[in-house]
């Protein structure tokens, strides 16, 4: 149950026909080292979990690729059955292989079979929403997504996906996607450094698909990261906080998944992301990814 006293930062938007909490969580940390195996702290990362939804949080980031398959099953173990509320956003498209690389895993066999492993691995008779990983560990590669999205665009017509999104993608890749089936998401990295997405944020703004950036503290030079930090004292907070609060006042359909395998973590980055960021600070962090 529910027993979150004030509202979280950013408030809640709609993901397809569902509704989630901008802020939400994301569960690749609660795996092992590498995100292979189990946690060293398999009650801590069942603790994390349960707070997450006691604060209110809504949207739970996830995928069967993380552990391979550990996150999805302690997602299950400390949460189901779940709250009408929860939403449970995953990926396939990537696997792990033994020296703990993601190599693509996007042939139609291959995504059956990944979304049939997070059904029973979650719990579930059908997945709230399903992204299709693309590139590879170095971002976006340019190419048809075609045959993929369309495989899962079928298991979405057999009822086992409710809503489809995508990862990793390029602006081409979001479009052949639209052109398919209807998109409710796209996961690509993005934070204050790290802006080549803006005007695709813009974009799907308009058509209200969110966006859901990974890394939102990645990435910085020394040089960008002293910015950052200079801003995070003049407001007496961390630079964790202050990328957050930036992700929610950059545009209204940001949806924030940031992930830790510590209660006290989560509720800092919970505070943190309300933090009030004025005019002239946003002009300052803006300057960063120029």
Not at 20 to 37: D, S
Request: aromatic residues 4%; charged residues 20%; negative net charge.
């Amino acid at each position: 149950m529910n027993t979150a006293t004030t509202p979280l930062p950013g408030g809640v938007r709609p993901l397809g026909d569902l509704t989630v909490t901008r802020f939400g969580y994301g569960a690749m940390q609660l795996a092992g080292p590498g995100v292979m195996g189990p946690p060293a702290d398999r009650e801590g990362a069942l603790d994390v979990l349960r707070e997450a939804v006691e604060l209110g949080i809504t949207h739970i980031d996830t995928a069967g690729a993380y552990g391979p398959r550990v996150t999805n099953r302690l997602i299950r173990e400390a949460l189901h059955p779940y709250p009408a509320s929860l939403r449970i956003v995953t990926k396939v498209g990537a696997v792990r292989d033994a020296q703990g690389g993601w190599p693509p895993a996007r042939e139609p066999d291959e995504l059956r079979r990944a979304v049939h492993e997070n059904l029973e691995d979650l719990g579930v008779d059908v997945l709230d929403v399903v992204n299709l990983r693309l590139g590879d560990a170095q971002g976006p590669r340019p190419g048809s997504l075609a045959k993929p999205f369309e495989t899962l665009a079928e298991l979405q017509r057999q009822g086992l996906i409710r809503h489809l999104g995508v990862s990793n993608a390029t602006a081409e890749q979001v479009a052949e996607a639209r052109d398919i089936a209807p998109i409710v998401c796209v996961q690509n990295l993005y934070n204050l450094a790290h802006r080549h997405d803006d005007a695709l944020i813009d974009d799907l703004a308009a058509e209200d698909i969110a966006y859901v950036p990974f890394f939102p503290l990645g990435g910085f030079t020394p040089l960008q990261s002293a910015a950052l930090s200079a801003v995070a004292t003049r407001l007496r907070s961390t630079p964790m906080s202050v990328a957050l609060a930036w992700l929610l006042q950059r545009s209204p359909n940001i949806l924030l998944i940031p992930g830790t395998s510590s209660v006290a973590h989560l509720r800092e980055n919970v505070a943190g992301a309300g933090l009030s960021l004025s005019p002239e600070d946003l002009a300052e962090l803006d300057a960063i990814g120029g």
